[in-house]
């Protein structure tokens, strides 16, 4: 038994090791590669792409357009067209 309360304890630590790797090997990339230069048109292309207010207000626009093309549908007319047709055979007896 080991200190993890499972398994052989070399194995658990490299799995341990693994996970805490894969977890905060993004942050360590990130503090590594400095500040992030961007131009003026850049910044706020940027901005707009990740403000989640903008987002909302997208979203919810599109919800407006829907329900306004929705809304219009009461007033379209309706056509519904049907016929029969039928044929009577008289044999010659």
């Given at each position: 038994?080991?200190?993890?309360?499972?398994?052989?304890?070399?194995?658990?630590?490299?799995?341990?090791?693994?996970?805490?790797?894969?977890?905060?090997?993004?942050?360590?990339?990130?503090?590594?590669?400095?500040?992030?230069?961007?131009?003026?048109?850049?910044?706020?292309?940027?901005?707009?792409?990740?403000?989640?207010?903008l987002e909302a207000a997208r979203v919810s626009a599109s919800s407006a357009r829907r329900a306004s093309g929705l809304s219009w549908n009461q007033f379209?007319?309706?056509?519904?067209?049907?016929?029969?047709?039928?044929?009577?055979?008289?044999?010659?007896?």
């Amino acid at each position: 038994m080991n200190i993890f309360g499972f398994g052989r304890p070399i194995r658990s630590l490299k799995a341990l090791l693994a996970a805490w790797l894969l977890l905060f090997s993004p942050l360590l990339a990130q503090a590594d590669s400095g500040p992030l230069r961007l131009g003026p048109n850049e910044a706020v292309e940027l901005a707009i792409r990740n403000n989640l207010g903008l987002e909302a207000a997208r979203v919810s626009a599109s919800s407006a357009r829907r329900a306004s093309g929705l809304s219009w549908n009461q007033f379209v007319p309706a056509l519904d067209v049907g016929g029969s047709f039928f044929r009577t055979i008289v044999s010659d007896q």
